[in-house]
Nanobody, 123 residues
Framework: QVQLVESGGGLVQAGGSLRLSCAAS????????MGWFRQAPGKEREFVSA????????YYANSVKDRFTISRDNAKNMVYLQMNSLKPEDTAVYFC????????????????WGQGTQVTVSS
């Protein structure tokens, strides 16, 4: 089991940037693939980005490709989501999650979740 705590959310104007962090505790963090999901009010949780256990493979939703960058530091048990060129439609609660399974764009593949951090983008 992995415990996850997100941070770095906040209020930003459209076009701005934020960097989300996810701190993981528990053993063998480097054996877990990690994902970021988001959920806006009244909408289902949606995939944003994922990174393999080694960091060598990354995945992005089409809506964030070329704007967001996922990375990880296994020595620090951290995962990051750099978000640039933010849009009002990026407003949501962002969650990080961990898994040792495949299908990294599917929320059901993840076993452990953080509590989320709010990102609000004003127009």
């Amino acid at each position: 089991q992995v415990q996850l705590v997100e941070s770095g959310g906040g209020l930003v104007q459209a076009g701005g940037s934020l960097r989300l962090s996810c701190a993981a505790s528990g053993r063998a963090f480097s054996t877990y693939s990690m994902g970021w999901f988001r959920q806006a009010p009244g909408k289902e949780r949606e995939f944003v980005s994922a990174i393999s256990w080694s960091g060598g493979v990354t995945y992005y939703a089409n809506s964030v490709k070329d704007r967001f960058t996922i990375s990880r530091d296994n020595a620090k048990n951290m995962v990051y989501l750099q978000m640039n060129s933010l849009k009002p439609e990026d407003t949501a609660v962002y969650f990080c999650a961990s898994t040792q399974k495949g299908n990294l764009n599917i929320a059901g593949a993840y076993d452990d979740w953080g509590q989320g951090t709010q990102v609000t983008v004003s127009s």
